[in-house]
């Protein structure tokens, strides 16, 4: 009975939390710092940005298409496939924090929620980027895939054992399931986050954390076998245990990142003032601090076992990346996306400051993008022929790579800017939202 009376409290006291519920949100909204003019954006503010974005992604489209009849077409879909997946890493991390935010009662995060919301409704329009590669690669039997080549089945006892998994048919079918588990986690929790904009509805809080906690589980699967498909596929040979969390790391560390240059920028321009202060950058900088130590420790976990056990399937994807021309950007994964980050993000000052911490991101979202190139553009060549040869970055044809990454990221930047124009910058009904305003860090 004790139990029923807790699950089923009385009219009474139902009414005290309604009028306790309706209290807060008058405090918070009488609060100066709640004012229109600093929680939303005038119309047509963000126009000038999201022209450029936009520019800069139909001119990088361009190019690549064109790319893809004048130099490669195997060049050009992998440039393309590395921006995709630069910012399938976005929206990807975006959501994870989200439902992150939610099962935890995040408090402090309720003033950055939004922002996370705005790059994790993102995935939808990433998810249909994706579907040109997966239609090239269907219909073409295979250009980097090359485990959808019914001679390459034919020929090797390896693809024949895996056939049940790799195959165009599943594969297909696997996409639809990562874009319908993906885009619904996204619709439902953004939508009913707007939808406590108006109506103040303390039930949505409850739907988003029972959502997230089984929405949890099942973006780890998909962002596991998305990363299996479309990245570690790309050599059917190689496999590895810790691969999908390695590209989880990289989405957690690349869309903290992300959210930081969206509060930078607003705040210069005079929103979130009060609201978004040097103690929420201060935890942005250790979230992007802890994945930078994570994808490390992932990555060297990785390496190190495949060293010691030094067996060929394995041990090939790596020899094949340190030569070829390949060598240098072996190290810059090393230094670059690790020891440079660490030595950055471990200095306080940086993290507490919302320009040092802009210019960290900066440098996050292109050593990511260096990540995606480091796992795709060596397998381009590999297909094309006996007479292609691989030309690395040692020719004008690197333009083709910075095309693909940048017109993707410019159509990603131009839709993300749009969006984050249509609403109010946090959630302005949060019961959490006073413990956010008075965040403090004390480490």
């Known amino acids: 009975m004790t139990q029923i009376a807790a699950n089923h409290p009385a009219p009474a006291a139902t009414a005290l939390q309604d009028t306790e519920w309706d209290a807060r949100l008058a405090r918070i909204a009488a609060d100066k710092r709640m ?5 939303t954006l005038e119309p047509g503010a963000l126009g000038g940005v999201m022209k450029m974005f936009l520019g800069v ?10 790319g893809g009849f004048a ?23 975006g959501l994870f924090f989200v439902m992150v935010f939610h099962s935890l009662n995040a408090g402090w995060s309720i003033t950055l929620r939004r922002q996370f919301e705005n790059v994790a409704w993102m995935v939808r329009w990433v998810w ?29 006892h390896l693809l024949q054992v895996k056939e049940p998994y790799l195959n165009a048919t599943f594969f297909g079918v696997r996409f639809l399931i990562y874009g319908l588990v993906w885009i619904t986690l996204s619709t439902k929790l953004i939508g009913w986050s707007m939808k406590a904009d108006e109506t103040g509805d303390r039930s949505l809080g409850r739907k988003a954390r029972f959502w997230s906690g089984f929405g949890i589980p099942c973006f780890a699967l998909t962002t596991a076998f998305a990363s299996f498909d479309f990245l570690m596929s790309l050599d059917y040979r190689f496999f590895s245990t810790m691969w999908g969390v390695m590209y989880f790391a990289s989405a957690a560390l690349v869309s903290t990142a992300v959210v930081t240059l969206i509060a930078s920028r607003l705040l ?18 250790k979230l992007m601090f802890t994945f930078t ?11 190190f076992l495949i060293w010691y056990s030094n067996i060929p399937e394995e041990t090939a994807w790596y020899l094949f990346r340190q030569q070829n021309g390949w060598q240098w950007l072996f190290v810059v994964m090393t230094i670059g996306h690790f020891v440079v980050p660490f030595l950055m993000l471990v200095w306080r000052k940086t993290k507490r400051s919302p320009k040092l911490l802009s210019m960290v991101a900066i440098y996050v979202i292109i050593i990511t993008a260096f990540d995606m190139v480091w796992i795709i553009r060596p397998m381009a060549y590999l297909n094309a022929g006996p007479d292609a040869v691989d030309p690395g970055f040692a020719s004008w044809n690197v333009f083709l790579d910075i095309a693909g990454v940048v017109g993707v990221l410019g159509i990603f930047g131009a839709i993300l800017t749009w969006k984050i124009g249509r609403s109010n910058l946090l959630p302005i009904k949060d019961p959490m939202l006073h413990e956010a305003m008075s965040h403090k860090n004390y480490v």
């Open 35 to 39: 004012s229109k003019d600093n929680t």
């Open 293 to 303: 130590v994570f994808w490390g420790y992932i990555g060297f976990s990785q390496y």
């Open 268 to 285: 210069a321009r005079g929103k979130l003032v009060g609201l978004v202060h040097e103690e929420h950058f201060h935890d942005l900088g």
């Open 57 to 66: 992604g139909v001119l990088g489209l361009i190019v690549t298409l064109i």
């Open 128 to 156: 249909v980027m994706m579907i040109p590669i997966v239609l090239i690669e269907i219909l073409t039997k295979g250009m980097l895939f090359d485990w959808l080549d019914p001679s390459k089945v034919a020929e090797s």
């Open 71 to 93: 130099i490669n077409p195997y060049h050009a879909l992998a440039a393309y496939e590395v921006g995709v997946f630069t910012a399938l890493a976005m929206a990807l991390g």
